[in-house]
């Protein structure tokens, strides 16, 4: 229970250690989701990003056309090449970061 006292034109609160505990905690179960949703993107812009399979040429199901997509992308975007490996290298480390982080 927070309770709030006037003074002049300033207010001072008072709460218990429990709820200052609770909010800590709150503030770090809301940390922890943001990092797991922050890795849920970069996984999902990995996939986006990635070249095709190997071999994806000889596939003889429907993950075909989703590799024959994705070669057809990259070759469409070839003067980004460099570009695009950097940022790959960029959302790679910092997942593997995450995960680090997790396991610890």
């Not at 429990?18 to 996984?43: D, P, V």
């Not at 003889?60 to 070839?78: D, G, I, M």
């Not at 950097?86 to 790679?92: A, K, L, S």
């Not at 593997?96 to 396991?103: A, D, G, P, V």
Request: aromatic share 8%; net charge positive.
């Amino acid at each position: 229970m927070v309770f709030s006292l006037p003074l002049g034109s300033s207010a001072v609160l008072l709460s218990s250690p429990y709820q200052s505990e609770l909010a800590r905690l709150r503030m770090e179960r809301l940390r922890i989701e943001e990092e797991h949703l922050l890795e849920l993107k970069r996984q999902e812009e990995l996939e986006r990003i990635r070249g095709p399979s190997p071999k994806w040429y000889e596939l003889r199901s429907p993950h075909f056309h989703y590799e024959a997509h994705k070669n057809t992308s990259l070759l469409k975007s070839k003067d980004n090449w460099q570009m695009l490996m950097d940022y790959r290298t960029e959302m790679e480390r910092a997942s593997k970061e995450y995960r680090k982080n997790c396991s610890s």
